[in-house]
């Protein structure tokens, strides 16, 4: 039960970060607001509603996720101190499979839950020159929800590295599962749990349209 719980925070938050970046936005919640309209219209798309064609919203949707999160940063505050017992090839595999499980994972959920949830931007601090918290509410589900988006400067633009619905973190939600697995087992035991979990949830998604 306190599972699915945090799986739909982890999912409310999901939608939150299904926003493209906007290259010639200054400011980080400037990222937010200006580029909503774009994913609203992925998911809205009536081209979609066929789903035969989910496999290519779920992809635009991808490459929106994938511009705007930092999964690097994102897997090295997940492992925390057990990053430093990957090899760097092995980092590099685990950000690209944990990035590849959200992807088929979660946004395959966004897909089906998503009911023209609205987000209200709130504020923004900024935290030195380089982070910055925004802070929206989603209405999911007819509640507003709070949701921190916690972003880092990033070149030019602004990225997502974690974000908090309800007072769980992302990060803090993957950390404790991995820190629990990296007590007992090796960094590429994680790796196989990782392409399991990929798997399955291919399986699952193509018996689901397949119907």
Same mark, same amino acid.
């Given at each position: 039960?306190?599972?699915?719980?945090?799986?739909?925070?982890?999912?409310?938050?999901?939608?939150?970060?299904?926003?493209p970046s906007v290259s010639? %936005? @200054?400011?980080?919640?400037?990222?937010? $607001?200006?580029?909503?309209?774009?994913?609203?219209?992925?998911?809205?798309?009536?081209?979609?509603? @066929?789903?035969?064609?989910?496999?290519?919203? +779920?992809? &635009?949707?991808?490459?929106? *996720?994938?511009?705007?999160?930092?999964? /690097? &940063?994102?897997?090295? +505050?997940?492992? %925390? +101190?057990?990053?430093?017992?990957?090899?760097?090839?092995?980092?590099?595999?685990?950000? &690209? #499979?944990?990035?590849?499980?959200?992807?088929?994972?979660? *946004?395959?959920?966004?897909?089906?839950?998503?009911?023209?949830?609205? #987000?209200?931007?709130?504020?923004?601090?900024?935290? =030195? &020159?380089?982070?910055?918290?925004?802070?929206?509410?989603?209405?999911?589900?007819?509640?507003?929800?709070?949701?921190?988006?916690?972003?880092?400067?990033? =070149?030019?633009?602004? $990225?997502?590295? @974690?974000?908090?619905?309800? =007072?769980?973190?992302?990060?803090?939600?993957? +950390?404790?599962?991995?820190?629990a697995v990296l007590r007992? /087992?090796?960094?590429?035991?994680?790796? /196989?749990?990782?392409?399991?979990?990929?798997? $399955?949830?291919? /399986?699952?998604?193509?018996?689901?349209?397949?119907?």
């Amino acid at each position: 039960m306190v599972y699915r719980i945090l799986t739909n925070i982890v999912l409310i938050m999901v939608v939150v970060t299904c926003l493209p970046s906007v290259s010639n %936005a @200054d400011q980080p919640i400037d990222i937010l $607001k200006e580029s909503i309209d774009q994913s609203i219209r992925i998911l809205n798309d009536p081209i979609y509603n @066929d789903h035969q064609q989910k496999a290519d919203q +779920r992809q &635009e949707l991808w490459q929106i *996720l994938k511009r705007l999160f930092d999964f /690097e &940063e994102f897997s090295r +505050r997940v492992l %925390a +101190r057990g990053w430093h017992k990957f090899t760097p090839q092995q980092q590099v595999q685990f950000v &690209e #499979l944990f990035g590849n499980f959200v992807h088929i994972y979660y *946004l395959s959920k966004l897909q089906d839950k998503y009911d023209n949830e609205q #987000l209200t931007y709130l504020d923004q601090n900024l935290i =030195g &020159e380089s982070k910055a918290v925004v802070n929206v509410e989603v209405l999911w589900k007819h509640q507003n929800i709070p949701v921190e988006i916690r972003m880092i400067k990033r =070149g030019d633009s602004w $990225k997502v590295y @974690d974000l908090s619905a309800l =007072g769980v973190s992302a990060v803090s939600f993957y +950390r404790s599962q991995f820190r629990a697995v990296l007590r007992t /087992e090796s960094p590429d035991h994680v790796l /196989e749990i990782l392409r399991e979990k990929i798997k $399955k949830s291919e /399986e699952k998604v193509q018996k689901q349209y397949s119907q």
